[in-house]
């Protein structure tokens, strides 16, 4: 028997952790989302939550095109999903698209880390749709070109990738097996001591 969106979302959470955030360890990504639009309100609150995100001379180099369905700029963001995003990015409410600027304002020198604020201030929108009980999904399978072309978006802001939002649906309602079996899959990770090092492959010595 399929599992049902509780079941689904009891399975996505990662392990207890003594000290770590609830809120972390409780988002994961969905394909799967609910016919339920979401509130101004929580849009805001996600939007304040990605605005206090740090970067780099406080440039906050960020800017994020969102769209609700049924609107141009949803369109727009949809139109420039590979087919494969789009085959189940139409059921979410909301399409936020992430682009950053890669000069800095004071100077108009190269901003090598863009990209980085870009994907804190992302991180920080998610964990806050995580907060509120929503759900989103980041994604890379886009056209850049299409999107720059669609916005009219300036040359100097390098797209980051696009984020379906919304509340966390039944994976029946995902349009093949495959993505069914994506979605009821456990989530896995690398031991933490695989990615944190004393030195190149040394993992880190914490006792």
């Excluded at 805001?44 to 994020?64: C, I, T, Y």
């Excluded at 309602?173 to 079996?181: H, K, R, S, V």
Aim: proline share 7%; charged share 20%.
């Amino acid at each position: 028997m399929a599992l049902s969106a509780i079941e689904v979302n009891q399975l996505k959470q990662a392990p207890a952790v003594e000290g770590v955030l609830p809120v972390v360890l409780g988002r994961w990504s969905p394909r799967a989302f609910a016919p339920r639009e979401v509130s101004s309100a929580d849009l805001k609150k996600l939007f304040e939550a990605a605005r206090w995100a740090a970067s780099s001379f406080n440039e906050q180099p960020w800017r994020f095109l969102a769209g609700r369905r049924g609107s141009s700029a949803y369109k727009k963001i949809f139109d420039s999903l590979v087919e494969r995003n789009q085959a189940w990015a139409g059921s979410a409410p909301v399409l936020i698209l992430g682009v950053a600027k890669s000069t800095f304002s004071h100077s108009g020198s190269p901003n090598r880390v863009a990209l980085y604020d870009l994907g804190a201030a992302a991180a920080l929108l998610c964990l806050q749709a995580t907060a509120l009980g929503l759900s989103a999904h980041q994604m890379a399978g886009f056209d850049p070109g299409a999107a720059r072309a669609a916005f009219g978006i300036p040359e100097n802001f390098i797209a980051g990738a696009v984020i379906a939002l919304g509340y966390q649906g039944e994976p029946s309602t995902l349009p093949d097996e495959q993505f069914i079996a994506a979605e009821i899959a456990p989530r896995t990770r690398r031991p933490w001591n695989e990615s944190f090092l004393s030195a190149w492959d040394e993992p880190l010595d914490l006792g």
